[in-house]
Structures are given as structure tokens and as C-alpha cells.
Nanobody, 121 residues
Framework: QVQLVESGGGLVQPGGSLRLSCAAS????????MRWYRQAPGKQRELVAA???????NYSDSVKGRFTISRDSARSTVSLQMNSLKPEDTAVYYC???????????????WGQGTQVTVSS
């Protein structure tokens, strides 16, 4: 069984920083792309940032230049460094990952449970 567990959310003032992490564990053969999404109250879930297994990254226009996505050397943890946070960044942040649980198995997309980020003075 594969699990994604996020951590690092919380309350921060505008202009502050937070670092989110998402660790994948369980029966994992390989991890392809990893992503961060967010969902604000009353809004659709949106893609924030993504990173491939070759460390190619892309960002939504709303966070470009403020957020940085990265993966650890073991390739199983994805982080999101969020700087210059704004009230409109307030949302539940979810990670997801494209994972193959076994050498002959297809790739599945897994989701974490979400972590709340609140930007407020």
C-alpha cells in the first residue's frame, strides 16, 4: 500500500514563509512526477507546482517566483518552499504523485490527505 503524508502547514502572516513536505512510503517501485495542488473554500482544486523524475519543474502563474518545488535525494519526498505568502494563498494544499507499486505494475496517481495553509495578519 502506498501513502503520501504531508506536513508543514500552518498560520503565517502576509509576507512570511512556510515549507511543506510530502513523503511517499509503502510498496514503491518508482515515482514519476510529483505535484502540489491547492483548494481554497468555494474554489476548484488547482495545480500549484510540479516536478518530474528528471527535476523539470513548472509553476502556476500565481506562484511563479515565490514558490519552489524540489525533491530529496531519495526521490521519495517532495517539498514546496513558499515565500512572500499572500492571503490569497490560503488553501488546503495536497500533494500527489505518479507511482508504480511494482516492476510490472502500471503507474497510479496517489493523493495525500492535505494540509491547511492560512495566510492572515
Amino acid at each position: 500500500q502506498v501513502q503520501l503524508v504531508e506536513s508543514g502547514g500552518g498560520l503565517v502572516q502576509p509576507g512570511g514563509s512556510l515549507r511543506l513536505s510530502c513523503a511517499a512510503s509503502g510498496n514503491i517501485e518508482s515515482i514519476k512526477a510529483m505535484r502540489w495542488y491547492r483548494q481554497a473554500p468555494g474554489k476548484q482544486r488547482e495545480l500549484v507546482a510540479a516536478i518530474t523524475d528528471r527535476d523539470i519543474t513548472n509553476y502556476s502563474d500565481s506562484v511563479k517566483g515565490r514558490f519552489t518545488i524540489s525533491r530529496d535525494s531519495a526521490r521519495s519526498t517532495v517539498s514546496l518552499q513558499m515565500n512572500s505568502l499572500k492571503p490569497e494563498d490560503t488553501a488546503v494544499y495536497y500533494c500527489n504523485a505518479d507511482i508504480s507499486p511494482g516492476a510490472t505494475m502500471p503507474i497510479y496517481r496517489y493523493w495525500g490527505q492535505g494540509t491547511q495553509v492560512t495566510v492572515s495578519s
